[in-house]
Each structure stands twice: as structure tokens, then as C-alpha cells.
């Protein structure tokens, strides 16, 4: 299990390596690795587990029984996922996690936070509101790109995002076409036209996932 990465997360902020190794032994921290496709976790799940990416990605997804799939988030390394039904453990997962890319995910028991002494229990909690806080942040930005009734109107929303967040107008996103059209709730191919348009119109460049706002 590689630590560094765990001791540099928002989770661990303020612990040192020991405090980090004692936290993980008693968190019963276990890793466990998934291919590219394989379902981490199924709508449905109940679970206790806060998870962490090592290595990898994880799109969190919601797939009807009609075979629609909406992309909410891509969760890279270095940061968590399930964090809200780790801590509602009664309460069924309403979506499904998807490995993006083959990847290594560690489990952390929240159940036993109950048992940590007073000090530790009291920061790590605090370090997992914050986490929590920026999730429902980036949640809320997501109702924002999929708001525009027009497809070049979500396109605009959420590029606009990312180069306010990467303080650039070139840039690369995290998503392939396919999944950015999940994730603003169009077909791929209305996407796809109308990215093209946007390029003829002189609004933008891209190429793959790398685009440029002109």
C-alpha cells in the first residue's frame, strides 16, 4: 500500500506518517485492484467503506434499466468516493462505480471512527467535511453544465468551468468524447456536430480531450 500518497490526501491533512499507519490499522485499511470496465461498486450496495483511488480512475455513474448511462464524476488518484454512504451505512448506493482505467482502490472502514481516541477522531472528521463540502461543490457546478436546454450552451458551461479552475483557456479534460456526452446528457453524435460547429464558429479548438477557448 503506498502511503505517500494516502499521507498527502485532504483525509490524512494534518496527521504524520505514524498517526497515518495507526489510522489505516484501525480504519482495517485494505487494498484492492480492478481492471479497466470492472464495477467497483452496483446500484443497490450497502456499504461502510470510504474509498480512496491509489492509482487509476473511477467514474461514479447512473445507469437506468433502460441502458442510459449519466456520468456525475470521474474520481482520480488521490481522491475519495462513497464518502456520504460510508457515513450512512443503512442507506442503498443510488449509483453505480465504474473503473475508468485499470486501478488500485483502498477501503476504509468507517464503521471503527467510533473508536479512534477523541484527538484523532475529532481532525479526521473535520478532514472529512471539507472533502464532503468540495464534492457537493463540484456536484452543484455539474447542475450548472447540464441546466442550457442547448447543447452548445452546456458545452460553454462546463468548458467555461475548467479554465476558471485551471486558470487557463487551453486545456486538457478528463473526459473522452463518449463520456463528456454522458456527462452533459447528449447523444454523441449531437456532441460531436456540435463541437465542429463551435470550431467553424471560432468559439474554440480541440483535439481529442485538449481543447482552447478562443
Known amino acids: 500500500m503506498d502511503i505517500s500518497v494516502l499521507s498527502g490526501s485532504a483525509l490524512f491533512n494534518g496527521f504524520d506518517e505514524t498517526e497515518v499507519n495507526n489510522l489505516l490499522g484501525s480504519l482495517n485499511a485494505r487494498e484492492k485492484r480492478f481492471r479497466k470496465?470492472?464495477?467497483?461498486?452496483?446500484?443497490?450496495?450497502?456499504?461502510?467503506?470510504?474509498?480512496?483511488?491509489?492509482t487509476g480512475s473511477v467514474t461514479i455513474e447512473s445507469n437506468d434499466m433502460w441502458g442510459n448511462r449519466t456520468i456525475l464524476n470521474l474520481v482520480s488518484k488521490g481522491q475519495f468516493f462513497a464518502e456520504s454512504y460510508a457515513l450512512l451505512p443503512d442507506?442503498?448506493?443510488?449509483?453505480?462505480?465504474?473503473?475508468?482505467a485499470d486501478c488500485t482502490i483502498v477501503y476504509l472502514d468507517m464503521k471503527s471512527v467510533g473508536k479512534l481516541d477523541e484527538s484523532m477522531?475529532?481532525?479526521?472528521?473535520a478532514n472529512l467535511l471539507t472533502i464532503t463540502t468540495r464534492k457537493n461543490l463540484h456536484l452543484?457546478?455539474?447542475?450548472?453544465?447540464?441546466?442550457?436546454r442547448q447543447v452548445r450552451g452546456r458545452i460553454m458551461a462546463y468548458l467555461n468551468t475548467v479554465s476558471v479552475q485551471k486558470?487557463?483557456?487551453?486545456?486538457?479534460?478528463?473526459?473522452?468524447?463518449?463520456?463528456?456526452?454522458?456527462?452533459?446528457n447528449v447523444e454523441r453524435s449531437v456532441l460531436s456536430n456540435e463541437l465542429s460547429k463551435m470550431q467553424k464558429d471560432g468559439l474554440i479548438r480541440c483535439r481529442k480531450n485538449h481543447f482552447e477557448i478562443i
Not at 470496465?37 to 491509489?54: E, K, P, R, Y
Open 121 to 125: 477522531r475529532v481532525r479526521l472528521l
Open 91 to 100: 442507506e442503498p448506493m443510488l449509483v453505480d462505480v465504474c473503473a475508468n
Open 37 to 54: 470496465g470492472a464495477m467497483i461498486f452496483n446500484s443497490g450496495d450497502v456499504i461502510s467503506t470510504l474509498c480512496f483511488v491509489i
Open 140 to 148: 452543484s457546478s455539474r447542475s450548472f453544465h447540464t441546466a442550457p
Open 167 to 184: 486558470n487557463s483557456r487551453e486545456f486538457d479534460i478528463p473526459f473522452d468524447r463518449q463520456q463528456l456526452a454522458d456527462y452533459l
